[in-house]
């Protein structure tokens, strides 16, 4: 089961021309991920079942020791620096289980010191092409 929460999702005249697939089952699965409704679950196979919130991280309604894995992607903090700052760090380590992790393509110090600070394992990993380093955190 697959929460995801965005708060400005891209027109389908954006995403029908973005390149992001190349086989046929992408290209089926990618359309069905667009066009599946929002507020909803919504089964995409029979081991993928998604939800898309459309709100922003700030309003969101998050149960609290609910969540496996966060993959966090928001813009970067440079960009988008209240994404990062640490009240939202918070909202989302409390909504994540015990033994849950956090990953994200930021590695900043901050992030790093936020993290720990919040009580999570915090580790450096090597990043995706043209990324030197990634961080994944564990809530103990
Ligand atoms: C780096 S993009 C990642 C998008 C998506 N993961 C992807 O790979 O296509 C960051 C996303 O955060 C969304 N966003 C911006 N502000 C937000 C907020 N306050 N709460 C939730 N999502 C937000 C943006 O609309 C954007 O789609």
């Given at each position: 089961m697959y929460y995801a929460l965005e708060a400005f999702p891209v027109s389908e005249e954006i995403w029908k021309s973005l390149n992001y697939t190349a086989t046929d089952s992408e290209v089926s699965k990618f359309r069905q991920m667009h066009n599946a409704p929002w507020q909803q679950w919504q089964p995409m196979d029979d081991s993928f079942t998604l939800f898309k919130e459309e709100t922003t991280l700030q309003v969101a309604a998050l149960p609290p020791n609910?969540?496996?894995?966060?993959?966090?992607?928001?813009?970067?903090p440079n960009k988008q620096p209240e994404m990062w700052e640490l009240p939202m760090l918070e909202k989302i380590v409390s909504a994540m289980k015990a033994q849950a992790v956090f990953v994200t393509y930021c590695a900043k110090g901050q992030l790093k010191r936020d993290l720990k600070s919040l009580g999570l394992v915090v580790e450096s990993l090597p990043g995706p092409p043209g990324k030197r380093e990634m961080v994944r955190a564990i809530k103990i």
């Open positions: 609910h969540f496996d894995l966060i993959y966090f992607d928001a813009f970067a």
